[in-house]
């Protein structure tokens, strides 16, 4: 697969180079450390080949805050069971409230909603409403290592409650309101939370959500719950019997103090998506998502006090934990909870205007989305101020990075690919180096990953598994309630022992790039030539007429396999046989003979669960015979309506492996 080298969409100017904070490092490093690196891919390896000595002059660099100090960096290079920074006590909150003591008027957090208009937060307010909720959290019994969970849309709230948990020592774990009581209840229940902080409801595409009775569904099905905190927000004069009252719980003048935890204290607990079975319960600690997000925020996405930045998200996603990472560097957090596309899809670009954005951020599905549309940014907001826009959820094709440099001009297009899992990016952006359509810029700093063939060996410009080698500071502490760390184990050293295998295939290009091919356990395979979905997405959906697509191969021991495409189109498009034609005629051309559909169907939606992921394992697994209550969850999904389509599908071509 070796290619001649591209031409750069984008590269940047030397002032951008030079006053970016990975250039500061890297003059820093030869100050202080007596290193000098020709360009980055230098500086990466130098990361991963000397974790220990990196990791020691990243901590120096951004001075992060302690009350003792650490005894030991790295115990051992094991993965699972490294330890990092032993006898090191701090705070992750305590990082974010040293930035603008002298300016306490300065926006620290800018919102709207679709139930509120734009709001202001100063960083003085911000300090004392989490002071005064930490107060309030230890008056009700909260104690270090106690959790507290939210049902709590992104609003300004959310990042006050979260970081008066963390400044405790409290465990916080977070849940979105558009998500069912079983969706909540499913991962809430397994961590035995003391504390639940609600809304009344919420507002959606201009539709209200009444969700009290939801609320008082979860207090019924979390039997060690002791007190309900109730924020009053789609009806100012909601109540619930024996709960409490935001308000009530931020109207002291308390000072903040920051309890010493070590660097491994359970800081939060995020989940997998839940879609096919009990969401695993990710506990990731205060050192290391604090090490993390200084990096992703501050030397991969250039964030400093003076940007202001947005990643639309939700509460249930990890980027709403990478979103309040922003803090962590002074930057100014601009959230916005609602519907992107309502009432139209410029709602997200005037935001962008209304705030003077920096960063603009969001899942690839909606610069697609934008680009289908025919949208023009620039020409329903100023957006003269917007320096870098971020990208994830899924690859962002080549013509969706062209979509945007032709839109919004002279940005830096920070695609980035992480997870849940580690609650950091693998490969993701650089702002000294050029951009390439289709291509994330890097590997990131101290992170060693590897494209892997099936026998583990690295491949250099071939597509293999994503593999990281060695450990990272950001890695799940444990999975809560796996005692024996055996699902732990499971979930992703069982391929290659004593390595970290995240399921996504992965191609690293001669320049030190990365392209994301989709996930590795739907990999289309076909006469034995393996290919990623997203491929295939990306040929398919450069059609006009075709908004979204689900392609899965339905492979059977021995026998040949059936591919069907799924297809969601234009309003009043209907899949006709010059459409299906053209639809063949891309993949045959573009990618491969052997990867043409058995059938093209057009359907009303394409599955998906609630922060946007396309369900291709569990449709897979339900159009070969899996009853749908075990492939799907329906509260884990943002459009569990259309589930019943593809069962009669499987039904009414029979699907199932007997057949």
């Known amino acids: 697969m070796t290619e001649s080298a591209p031409t750069p969409l984008w590269v940047p100017d030397n002032s951008r180079v030079h006053n970016s904070r990975m250039w500061h490092f890297m003059r820093w490093l030869e100050d202080h450390r007596e290193l000098s690196f020709a360009d980055y891919n230098a500086l990466w390896q130098w990361s991963v080949d000397n974790l220990e000595e990196f990791w020691d002059a990243f901590w120096q660099y951004f001075d992060v805050p302690f009350s003792k100090p650490y005894k030991q960096i790295l115990d051992t290079r094991r993965m699972p069971g490294a330890r990092w920074f032993s006898g090191a006590r701090l705070n992750m909150a305590e990082q974010v409230f040293r930035f603008h003591q002298d300016q306490p008027d300065r926006p620290a957090i800018i919102s709207r909603s679709e139930l509120r208009p734009l709001t202001e937060l100063s960083w003085g307010e911000f300090r004392r409403q989490t002071a005064a909720m930490a107060h309030s959290l230890r008056e009700l019994g909260v104690e270090k290592g106690d959790r507290v969970v939210a049902y709590l849309p992104n609003i300004p709230e959310a990042a006050v409650a979260f970081f008066a948990c963390a400044s405790i020592g409290a465990i916080w774990s977070s849940c979105s309101p558009d998500m069912g009581t079983r969706s909540v209840t499913d991962r809430f229940k397994q961590i035995d939370p003391r504390i639940l902080i609600a809304v009344d409801g919420y507002r959606y595409g201009g539709q209200d959500y009444d969700r009290l009775a939801v609320v008082d569904g979860l207090r019924k099905e979390l039997p060690t719950l002791q007190q309900t905190i109730l924020l009053p927000y789609l009806d100012e004069a909601a109540e619930l019997d024996d709960a409490v009252s935001w308000d009530s719980m931020t109207t002291n003048n308390e000072p903040l103090y920051f309890e010493p935890v070590s660097f491994s204290h359970p800081l939060w607990v995020v989940y997998s998506s839940g879609t096919t079975g009990m969401p695993k319960p990710i506990v990731h600690g205060h050192g290391g998502a604090l090490l993390e997000g200084l990096q992703g925020q501050g030397l991969h996405m250039d964030l400093g006090p003076d940007d202001r930045y947005l990643w639309f998200t939700t509460t249930g996603w990890i980027m709403w934990n990478a979103q309040i990472s922003g803090l962590l560097l002074g930057a100014t957090i601009c959230i916005y909870d609602g519907n992107p596309g309502y009432p139209d899809l410029g709602t ?126 950001s890695m799940p502490l444990y999975f809560w309630g796996d005692e024996d760390g055996q699902r732990y184990h499971d979930s992703y050293f069982d391929t290659f022992p004593g390595l970290w295998r995240h399921g996504d295939w992965i191609r690293i290009t001669p320049r030190g790039g990365a392209v994301i091919y989709g996930r590795s356990d739907t990999t289309i395979n076909r006469h034995g030539i393996r290919m990623g979905t997203s491929e295939i997405y990306r040929v398919v959906e450069e059609q006009p007429e075709v908004l979204d697509s689900l392609v899965v191969d339905l492979e059977y021991l021995g026998k040949s396999s059936f591919m069907p495409l799924f297809v969601v189109l234009r309003e009043g498009v209907t899949l006709d046989e010059g459409l299906s034609g053209r639809i063949r005629h891309a993949i045959r051309t573009s990618l491969s003979a052997r990867h043409l559909p058995n059938e093209i169907v057009q359907v009303e939606a394409v599955p998906r669960t609630l922060t946007g992921k396309k369900m291709e394992l569990p449709i897979k697994k339900l159009l070969l015979g899996k009853p749908l209550a075990e492939v799907a969850n329906p509260d884990a999904m943002a459009n569990p309506d259309c589930l019943a389509y593809y069962q009669a599908f499987a039904r009414d071509h029979n699907t199932a492996v007997s057949r």
Not at 443 to 453: C, F, I, K, S, Y
């Open 348 to 473: 997200l670009w005037r935001f962008a205007e209304e705030t003077r954005l920096s960063f603009f951020g969001a899942g690839a599905a909606f610069y697609m989305n934008c680009k289908k549309a025919g949208l023009e940014p620039a020409k329903i907001a100023d957006l003269s101020l917007i320096r870098s826009v971020g990208s994830t959820g899924s690859p962002l094709p080549e013509e969706g990075y062209t979509w945007l440099i032709e839109q919004l001009g002279d940005v830096l297009i920070a695609a980035i690919s992480g997870g849940t899992d580690v609650a950091a990016s693998y490969v993701g952006a650089c702002p000294i180096m050029p951009v390439y359509a289709g291509e994330m810029q890097c590997r990131t700093l101290g992170t060693a990953v590897v494209a892997m063939d099936d026998n583990g060996n690295e491949l250099i410009d071939e597509v293999g598994e994503l593999v990281i080698t060695k450990p990272m500071p």
